[in-house]
């Protein structure tokens, strides 16, 4: 059974910083892509970073510069840093798993809150 927890969201104010953790397990974790995604009512969610089995990041150019996406497989965890934030970085965030079509995994989210 696979399962994605998401750890470490919560209310920053703008500026701030939040580390997210996302831990797997009932997976062969250093084969998958990891990602992390965010959705806010009412659109659509939408990549944030993901991190390739080899270590090659791709980030959406809204958090270019203030988000690090990395991973740990001796602790089948992948991480968000998330640094300089924004009111408009406000969203659930879901870590995501994927090997292929089939083997496409989400977490349950956890809610990230920028407001002074």
């Known amino acids: 059974q696979v399962q994605l927890v998401e750890s470490g969201g919560g209310l920053v104010q703008p500026g701030g910083s939040l580390r997210l953790s996302c831990a797997a397990s009932g997976v062969i974790f250093s084969g998958y892509t990891m990602g992390w995604y965010r959705q806010v009512p009412g659109k659509q969610r939408e990549l944030v970073a993901r991190?390739?089995?080899?270590?090659?990041?791709n980030y959406d150019d809204s958090v270019k510069g203030r988000f690090s996406i990395s991973r740990d497989n001796a602790k089948n965890t992948v991480y968000l840093q998330m640094n300089s934030l924004k009111p408009e970085d406000t969203a659930i965030y879901y870590c995501?798993?994927?090997?292929?079509?089939?083997?496409?995994?989400w977490g349950q989210g956890t809610q990230v809150t920028v407001s002074s």
């Open positions: 995501n798993a994927r090997l292929n079509m089939e083997r496409n995994y």
């Open positions: 991190i390739l089995s080899a270590g090659t990041t």
